[in-house]
């Protein structure tokens, strides 16, 4: 009897093993498709132009993307060297290796080490919770066979090394090599490599940016272990042990750019890309990152000197007994440049300080261009046969329409109120006059005017006589966009942020350049001389950079609402726009020629700086032809024909061509 029941005991005690296995086996769903299938949230990186890293982005896991042909050999042989020697020889676990440590941890009567392969470590990593219960374990052996026997060894070790938190909210170890040493997973030195692979067992005490001594002696158990294996040499594991590498301890999300991480992730919605901050894409710009930073310094270098203006101003107003009370902390700003001919955004700021205001004035916002405008409407007069010699008539003059059934008188006024009675429209352009343009639109007939606009497909074009004062809500980048047609000799570009996108190696995004032709060639250069004078000696002068052809145009709205100034050099243009967050007044003072041309002055010289050889010079093109007139040089063509020239009379005019 006691023989029988012996036996019993001990066949339920060799198959209890068995019985409670199989139990689990058939009694749960032991799905690995996210194993095998791996898709793990990754971060999207955005570059600019010249490849320089702009910002990551990412979730909840900063984690990217390596795959296994791209890992170094010596970094898997260190992993396993620490982590599973005999990983190529079992099928997902390794009983020996369990039964020494059940030994020690029995001896120590506390838990010592764990014999977790790396298969049993994805597993809990990706399908288990950490609780310590039998149940827990069984089912991770199960699941271990699972992925042994649906993956290749090389594809198990891939998913680990990319799945796996090294510390410091870097996931993967393609991350934590880039993150901790700025470095490739190929540049890497082999105590780089040590530390990193020492880092997954307890990455809170190991993380080198936290416990710098600690790590390094986990390290070095590492280089101790592979040395003892024999699979590194006595020089290498010398040379090792002695090495500190340097270990950076930046931001996440390494954020140089907000406005245009911003801008980046609209793009990408409006793209149809929805998973920007899991899906891994890699977004290459047209920003030029030193460019951005230029612009960024410009435009706070003129915020600045507008607050010591106003501050000096207001007491000198005070004095005088005309007080204006406006709230300085509402003046913003906004900046946008752009590569003339391919319309590449270069730089991009949309308020004065992110941290203040991450509204992004330079796409988001609508602001009326004023005077900034004009140029479209005299390039039209251009296009019809005007020339910068056409006599244009300037006086003050009272408008009668009908508004809402109701007649309504309009008598605009000039900001210097002197007016001229008959102007030269290069010089009505030049100084800005609002009659004289006002007169030039109805002399062309409003209904004419509005057609040959479409040219430019400017939205939303106000059908009466204001339009000659810029009474149309633009952001400054939509501003730049038209702008492209005076600066890329009559040709307007669309600009754009994102030249391509990449997700795993593979394109799935590439810009493709639109663009057309507004006006003659001929005609444009005409423009653009008369553009330079406003530089030279008009309402723009505070825009002048020493050593660098400009042409560009102010802008100031009634009451001082907006100030702008839209201008260009041969191959870049910028937009430049301050005013009050609030939509209310800002100090009587300011003005385009004021407040915004010093940012657009301070850019370009930095610009020059930063980019030497830059062309300076803007081309004249054949079919141009210059007359002297009373002394003063004035631009033709077979369009803007020049005025005959009396051969009695030199005085009058003298050819150049």
Known sequence: MIKKTFITLFVLGVLSPFLIVGYYYFNYNYDISSIVNFNPPLTSHIYDKNGKKIANVFGKQNRSYVKFNDIPPRLVEALLAIEDTTFFEHSGVNFGAIFRAFIKDVKARKMLEGASTITQQLVKNELLTREKKISRKIKEFIYSYKVEAALTKEQILERYLNDIYYGHGYYGIKTAANGYFHKKLSDLTLKEMAILVGLPRAPSIYAPTKNYEISMGRANRVLTRMHILGWISDTAFEKGLIENPKVYNDTLTQNRAPFIVDAVERRMKKIGINDFKTGGYEVHTTIDLRLQNAAKKSLKYAYDLALKRIAKYKIQDEKESRPQDVNVSQLNGAMVSLDSKSGNILALVGSVDYKKSSYNCATQGRRQPGSAFKPFLYQIALDLGYSGATKLVDIAKTYEYEKNGKEVKWQPE???????????????????????????????????????????????????????????????????????????????????????????????????????????????????????????????????????????????????????????????????????????????????????????????????????????????????????????????????????????????GELMF
């Not at 406003?534 to 050593?547: D, E």
């Not at 407040?595 to 002055?601: I, L, T, Y």
């Not at 020059?608 to 300076?616: N, S, T």
């Open 414 to 652: 000039d900001y210097e109120r002197d007016y001229k009675g008959l102007i030269s429209l290069r010089n009505a352009l030049v100084h800005s006059k609002n009659l004289a343009t006002i007169n030039l639109v109805n002399s062309i007939g409003l209904n004419e005017m509005l057609k040959d606009l479409q040219r430019f497909h400017i939205k939303n074009l106000p059908h009466n006589l204001s339009i000659a004062l810029g009474t149309i809500s633009l952001s400054p980048l939509q501003l730049a966009g038209y702008y492209t047609s005076f600066s890329n000799k009559g040709v307007q570009v669309t600009p754009h942020l994102i030249s391509s996108i990449e997700k795993r190696d593979k394109s799935i995004y590439e810009e493709h350049e639109t663009q057309m032709r507004t006006s003659p060639v001929t005609q444009s250069y005409i423009m653009t001389t008369i553009l330079e004078d406003v530089v030279k000696r008009g309402t723009g002068r505070r825009a002048r950079v020493r050593g660098i052809e400009l042409a560009g145009k102010t802008g100031t709205t009634n009451n001082n609402m907006d100030a702008w100034f839209a201008g260009y050099s041969p191959t870049v243009e910028t937009v430049v726009w301050f005013g009050n967050d609030d939509n209310t007044p800002m100090y009587h003072r300011e003005t385009g020629g004021r407040v915004a041309a010093p940012a657009f002055r301070r850019y370009y010289q930095q610009l020059l700086k930063l980019y030497p050889q830059i062309k300076r010079k803007f081309d004249m093109p054949a079919g141009i032809m210059t007359v002297k007139i009373n002394g003063k040089k004035e631009y033709f063509s077979n369009i803007s024909k020049p005025p005959r020239v009396d051969e009695d009379k030199d005085s009058e």
